[in-house]
């Protein structure tokens, strides 16, 4: 069967090379210039005698490809079957399965099969068929051999191409010729130990802008975005005056926080971006942190645009670092009272502002009851879970508030509930703590715990009974893993202290997975777990726990 | 001792047919895509490459093999696999084996 196989291939071996053609083409433009790198190439003298045999590199090609990577479906199918130690028989699962380069020949590692294959035989090679590594018998050793190493690459990234782009490759970062310059130049190398205190820094309060230190903080210890910013992968669209780019100077910033000081740092030339980008923040008064955060997400989205690809054409689906972070979808869904009608829209959001204290519902029904014995049928929410149940919760829109619904074609009645789409890899809550009328200004200080661990999934569209979207059910391993997709970890907390007129931001932020730190502008201190959960909380920002590379 | 002897045959068979079915539905990869992924979160690489390195060290380069490094690495690197990903990976395969997609 395998047989047939390695020798039958050869009849279409020319559109095979042609196909193969094409396909070195696009995996060059994703090597890069690796090609012209020429390590010490050969691994040893059996390997350099085996690849000048005339059926050598076929026979490895052909192994790698069927067998190593499983190209097609009768491929995988085919190795399915094949996954047997030739000497310990098909009951076995074996270990450490390999193939000889030489022959038809499969052996396990684990109980020295292949060894024994070698010995008698004096086929010097064979193939790991899990990870495509080649065994030299008389060197007694993998080998590295770059021709071969090629060989597989391109290999695999055919096959994941392959298997389409819901699983697309991660790859692993490879230096390119320059960056290997650039690494050459600069031998010192910088290992951050759990308790290095690196990427913490105080920031100098410039005259009531804690509301920005505090945002400051929130972001440059953002996860995904620290990695952004110090792999350097914004290509700056000011090309007249980068000074002018806030993208730019948040670099510059991460590049601050991770640089080692420990003198605070004086952000003036990011508050002056701020308020040159966005002149409703302009002046010295105290801002509400919320709207900053808001703010500069939006300059920063703007002044990435266009360095990622074509997605102007679409203002609703921008690629920008900003949004491959902190867009998610919320789903709003209006049930017409009169047909049971539901008009569907999807909206991106950045973050969730979520309402405190009695709801309007609440509020009539306490105004309705005369008797000091007020009842009423829900409360008010005491954590964050009741608020984000409230938030999707359905509620009735009234009969002053008509919809005009698209099948009965005049206005009515109607309820509308929201749900999440599509988290975000960072979920931002907004604890509405205040309130501004045309009579007053307050501040809700009640207390809403909120969790270290958030799970989602039961905001989700999917899970709250709304009309089910046509959309595909998207791949997902198992049962287990698509519910971690929704499981979120606590890593930065903003604060407000004080009342609405005088007050004060202070942040408390996430280091090495599990360290807390307070900023409270230049000071930074260590803090516990239970320090954050039991402060007050106006922003709150989650990062997922489980990202799938795309 | 005696029985486990009794018992790795059945084992074997059975986990023989399971990776043959995961094999052969390509759900295998999707799996050691998973792995992958959970792995390289939680930096496993880095520590792996870290084990090696240590053990590396005062080691003759020229005849060190990776069969030695293996063997020497292995169970430290074993143990170093989070909780929650032996356990993540569980609830994948036993959800694809037993065929209950939701
Ligand atoms: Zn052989
Ligand atoms: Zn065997
Ligand atoms: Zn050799
Ligand atoms: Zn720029
Ligand atoms: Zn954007
Ligand atoms: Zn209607």
Redesign the pocket.
Known sequence: MIKSYLTGNSDNKSTDERQDDLEDKGFKAICDDREDLKYGSA?????EAFKATKHGLKNFTLIFSNFVVAISVEAKKRKSQAMICFNCGPQKYPTRLHACLECIYFGCYQHKHIHEHAKTTKH?LAIDITWGYVY?Y??RDY?YDSELERIGKRKKWKANKLMGTAFAQYYTWEPTLHELEILKQNSQRRRISDNSYIGLRGLINLGNTCFMNCIVQALTHTPLLRDYFLSDKHICQFRDDPSMCLVCEMSRLFQEFYSGKSTPHIPFKLLHLVWTHARHLAGYEQQDAHEFFIATLDVLHRHCKGSNGPSNSNPHHCTCIIDQIFTGNLQSDVVCQYCKGVSTTIDPFWDISLDLGPSLHMRQQLAASSTTQTYCDESEPKSLLDCLERFTRPEHLGSSAKIKCSTCQINQESTKQLSMKKLPIVASFHLKRFEHSNRFHKKISTFISFPQYLDMSPFMASRRGCKPTIDPPSPSYANGSQLNENKYCLFAVVNHSGTIETGHYTAYVRQHKDQWFKCDDHIITRASVQDVLDSEGYLLFYHKEFLEYE | MDLKDKIDPMIDEVRHQAMRKLEENGKKDELKRMLRNRLNENQFDEKVAELCKNYMKDKNIETLTVDEILRNVTPEAHRIVPDSVKRELLTAIKGLITGDQQ
């Open positions: 691994g040893c003298s059996h390997v010097n030299c008389p060197c080998v």
